[in-house]
């Protein structure tokens, strides 16, 4: 299994970006898709996911209207694009994937079964 994730960069405050991850070797469809971050010194946090139709998404509070996840099953791709960005969306961005499909964990990083490399967002101010 490889989750390959792109899209990283250094923009200013207020700009768009738009991460991609695409899925190799797992039955894309079959996994719920998330993105989760880690900046400097704090723990992995959760940023948003989606389930396997697309039909369902949850986000973290503070990105709220300003990131919008979606996925292409044709593809086996999952997108996150970000505007309005702020100096505290500087992290690393990681795309995972669950397929154990607990609706209750899905925030939790160790409820995810396959972890890509992550991509470096840092938005300066």
């Known amino acids: 299994v490889q989750l390959q994730a792109s899209g990283g960069g250094l923009v200013q405050a207020g700009d768009s970006l738009r991460l991609s991850c695409a899925a190799s070797?797992?039955?894309?469809?079959?996994?719920?898709m998330g993105w989760f971050r880690q900046a400097p010194g704090k723990e992995r946090e959760f940023v948003a996911a989606?389930?396997?139709?697309?039909?369902?998404?949850w986000y973290e509070d503070s990105v709220k209207g300003r990131f919008t996840i979606s996925r292409d099953n044709a593809k086996n791709t999952v997108s996150l694009q970000m505007i309005s960005l702020k100096p505290e969306d500087t992290a690393v961005y990681y795309c995972?994937?669950?397929?154990?499909?607990?609706?209750?964990?899905?925030?939790?990083?160790?409820?995810?079964?396959?972890w890509g490399q992550g991509t470096l967002v840092t938005v300066s101010s």
């Open positions: 070797g797992l039955t894309f469809r079959n996994f719920i």
């Open positions: 989606i389930s396997r139709s697309g039909g369902n998404i």
């Open positions: 995972a994937a669950d397929g154990r499909l607990i609706l209750s964990n899905l925030r939790n990083p160790s409820a995810y079964d396959y």
